[in-house]
C-alpha cells in the first residue's frame, strides 16, 4: 500500500508539471480556449479570434501537487513496522 | 406683415435641406465578418481578465464634409462576451456579474459631439452619449476616431458590394462600480477600472 501510494503522488505531481509544460507553461488560469490576434487588411483593425485548445492553468499545478502531497504523507501511514517491545530477547 | 410660403421659397427650402443631408450616409454596423469587436480588461491578481465581444450592431449616420453631425447607435449583445476559461465565463454572464439574461444588450448612442478635428480621412472627436450597461444608463464621453474609406466596401466584400466604410476606434475607461457589476467583490482583487477598446467598421450601401 505504502508503495502504491508512493508512486501515485510521483506520477501525479510528474503528470501535473507535465501537462503544464506540455501547454505551454501558462503563467494564469486554465484556458480552454487560445487568442489569436488578427488583422482586417481593408480596414487595419485588429480583431481577436479563439482557437479551441486547452491550455493548463497554475490551478490544476497546484491541484496535482496538492493531491500528491496528500498522497505522500498518506503513505506515511501505512506500512509501519510495529515496534519491538523493549524486553523482548532474541534466542 | 405676414410672411405666407410661395411655392419657389418652398422648393429652395427643400432642394437647401437635400443638399444639407446629401453628404450623410447611414453605416451599418452588423458585421458577418466577425471583425468588430469590444475588448474590456480588469486587473486582477494572477491574470488579467481581458476578453472579448463581437456581437455588434448598429448604425450611424455620419457626413464626411461635416463629421461633427454624427449620431447613431451601437449595440453589443451581452452574450457574446468571451473569455477564455470557462469558468471565469460562466461567472461572467451571471447575476453577480453582466446578468446577460435580463440585460441582454449593452448600448452607447451620441446625444453630442465636440471637440471634432479632421485630417484627411481621420477624424478625432469626443463623442458624449447614453451608455447603457446591465441596465444602468450614465451620460459618458469617450474619444473617439473616425477613419472614412470612400469606395473601399467592394474591397471588403471580394466585390459583392459596393459603397464606403466608416471605422469607428475608441478606448475608454468605465467603472463597474457605477453599473452594479458584481460589487461584492473588492477592488484589490478585481480593479473597479473596465478598459473597454472598441474597433468597429460601417458600411454605407451604394445602390
Known amino acids: ?91 | 406683415m405676414t410672411l405666407t410660403p410661395t411655392p419657389l421659397a418652398l422648393l429652395l427650402c427643400t432642394s437647401l435641406a437635400l443638399t444639407a443631408a446629401a453628404g450623410q450616409q447611414s453605416f451599418d454596423f452588423k458585421d458577418p465578418k466577425g471583425v468588430n469587436n469590444a475588448a474590456f480588461r480588469l486587473d486582477a491578481p494572477l491574470e488579467a481578465i481581458s476578453g472579448t465581444a463581437n456581437g455588434v450592431s448598429g448604425t450611424i449616420t455620419y457626413d464626411p464634409e461635416n463629421p461633427a453631425s454624427l449620431h447613431g447607435k451601437i449595440v453589443i449583445a451581452a452574450a457574446s462576451l468571451h473569455v477564455p476559461n470557462p469558468m471565469m465565463k460562466e461567472h461572467l454572464h451571471g447575476e453577480q456579474w453582466m446578468d446577460s439574461k435580463k440585460h441582454p444588450e449593452i448600448t452607447f448612442e451620441s446625444t453630442k459631439v465636440s471637440n471634432v478635428k479632421t485630417a484627411g480621412n481621420e477624424t478625432t472627436a469626443d463623442v458624449t452619449g447614453k451608455f447603457t450597461l446591465r441596465g444602468v444608463t450614465k451620460e459618458i464621453t469617450v474619444p473617439v476616431k473616425l477613419t472614412y474609406l470612400k469606395d473601399k466596401l467592394g474591397a471588403r466584400s471580394n466585390g459583392q458590394m459596393q459603397g464606403d466604410l466608416l471605422v469607428v476606434r475608441s478606448k475608454f475607461t468605465i467603472k463597474r462600480s457605477d453599473y452594479g457589476i458584481n460589487p461584492g467583490a473588492p477592488a484589490d482583487n478585481v480593479a473597479d477600472e473596465i478598459e473597454l477598446t472598441l474597433s468597429l467598421a460601417g458600411a454605407a450601401l451604394k445602390s
Open chain 1, 1 to 91: 500500500m505504502k508503495r502504491f501510494l508512493n508512486a501515485s503522488a510521483i506520477l501525479i505531481a510528474a503528470g501535473s508539471l507535465t501537462l503544464r509544460l506540455a501547454t505551454g507553461a501558462h503563467r494564469g488560469w486554465t484556458k480552454t480556449s487560445v487568442a489569436v490576434e488578427k488583422t482586417d487588411e481593408v480596414t487595419g483593425l485588429t480583431y481577436t479570434e479563439y482557437e479551441k485548445r486547452f491550455v493548463a492553468g497554475v490551478e490544476i499545478l497546484a491541484a496535482g501537487l496538492a493531491v500528491a502531497s496528500a498522497l505522500g504523507v498518506a503513505s506515511c501511514f501505512f506500512g509501519r513496522r510495529p515496534a519491538k517491545p523493549a524486553n523482548a530477547t532474541i534466542h
